[in-house]
Nanobody
Framework: QVPLTESGGGLVQPGGSLRLSCTGS????????MGWFRQTPGKEREFVAV????????YYANSVQRRFTISRDNAKNTVYLQMNSLVTEDTAVYYC???????????????????WGQGAQVTVSS
């Protein structure tokens, strides 16, 4: 298991921005695609964005396309989610996840990921 720690959540007004960070440990982080998911009470955890290990391919859910940007800094074992033009529907607990070792490209299904952070609350409200 790769321990992952998210930070950067909080309260923001509609139209505002937040940046989430997720830091993992050592060598295992560096060979995995990294993703962000989110979950609201009573709903299943849903895919938000993913970036491959080589930092060449990014894939987004339709609901966040052109508003959110995923990036990574492998030297710092950190993945980021820049969230702009936030709307109330973006309110959720956001989870960072590391894909299973050996999975190539940009996985987006829950079973593709085997390590998770504890979650960061993002609340969009006026």
């Amino acid at each position: 298991q790769v321990p992952l720690t998210e930070s950067g959540g909080g309260l923001v007004q509609p139209g505002g921005s937040l940046r989430l960070s997720c830091t993992g440990s050592g060598d295992t982080f560096n060979r995995r695609a990294m993703g962000w998911f989110r979950q609201t009470p009573g709903k299943e955890r849903e895919f938000v964005a993913v970036i491959n290990w080589e930092d060449e391919i990014k894939y987004y859910a339709n609901s966040v396309q052109r508003r959110f940007t995923i990036s990574r800094d492998n030297a710092k074992n950190t993945v980021y989610l820049q969230m702009n033009s936030l709307v109330t529907e973006d309110t959720a607990v956001y989870y960072c996840a590391a894909a299973r070792l050996g999975i190539k490209g940009t996985p987006s299904q829950l079973p593709d990921f085997d390590s998770w952070g504890q979650g960061a609350q993002v609340t969009v409200s006026s």
